[in-house]
């Protein structure tokens, strides 16, 4: 079993916090190959608008050229804004488009709210044969989520899994998985800790497989949910200690003990299941 190993530029979120300070888009590519990821979803946070379709073409063609998978990821509710990111998809030779459906001051979103959005940009991922990922992001419940989506088909519609993200909603990585891993596109990965008393508690991020998400487990969860190999990207909530050089420093040690992890971890179900078919 051979299962690729990514990353979102969620890795790099204090690298990339300062514009002045962060590399540009082909810099930041090789900083994801030079980590060990074989392929690299560029978020919103790394502004992917600001290199036009033409540029992006030739960004993938670098990317390739150093054995770099890409895709994209945005953060909108406006059917403008996933066109121009649609654009820059065709131009990478993409096949899907992550999106998080939230935007700071909006209200919190409808079912009618959501599927009045998807009907506005479905004919256009229908013509470039594109799916849509929805990422589960903390303000939006999984289960609504899952019912806006069930009006389109699958292959234009889809999710990005977010095994922490909706902690916030109360829905634990269980019931994500259930609700959305059938129209799974991707799946983003990232671990927390818990800390409290009997008056409160508070999550915050570990490196991938040091934490409470149960990393063995939603792997083989995640391994078995469909027939095709799935994407996986990993993700980390890194604290912050206000000192920008030793949060990037920070950054890069959870991003390298997240990659071991995930390799071991893969490795050891990758035995498992060949000593249960050598068994049979």
Request: charged content about 20%; some cysteine.
């Amino acid at each position: 079993m051979k299962i690729k190993i990514g990353a979102t530029s969620y890795v790099f979120r204090y690298l990339l916090s300062d514009p002045s300070m962060a590399p540009q888009l082909d810099g930041l590519l090789h900083l994801a190959r030079e980590a060990g990821l074989d392929s690299f979803q560029v978020c919103e946070n790394a502004w992917p608008l600001s290199a036009s379709p033409s540029e992006w073409t030739q960004l993938a063609r670098q990317a390739t050229d150093i054995g770099l998978e890409l895709s994209l990821g945005c953060m909108t509710l406006n059917p403008d804004v996933i066109f121009n990111y649609l654009d820059r998809v065709e131009a990478t030779g993409g096949s899907y488009l992550r999106v998080v459906l939230e935007r700071e001051g909006e209200p919190a979103l409808t079912l009618e709210r959501i599927r009045q959005f998807l009907d506005g940009i479905v004919p256009e991922l229908e013509s470039r044969k594109v799916c849509l990922a929805i990422e589960n992001h903390f303000e939006i419940p999984s289960r609504l989520l899952a019912e806006a989506a069930i009006a389109y088909p699958a292959n234009l519609v889809g999710f990005c899994v977010d095994v922490a993200n909706s902690l916030r909603n109360f829905e634990d990585t269980n019931t994500v998985l259930d609700l959305l891993s059938p129209r799974a596109v991707c799946y983003h990965l990232k671990d927390y800790v818990v800390a409290g008393s009997n008056v409160g508690f508070a999550v915050s991020g570990a490196p991938f497989g040091d934490g409470r998400i149960g990393a063995p487990g939603l792997l083989r969860r995640i391994l078995g949910c469909g027939d095709s190999m799935p994407q996986m990207f990993i993700e980390t909530w890194t604290p912050a200690t206000g000192n920008w050089a030793t949060d990037v420093d920070k950054d890069a040690l959870w991003l390298a003990a997240s990659i071991r992890k995930l390799n071991t971890l893969l490795a050891d179900i990758d035995t498992e299941v060949y000593s249960t078919d050598r068994d049979h």
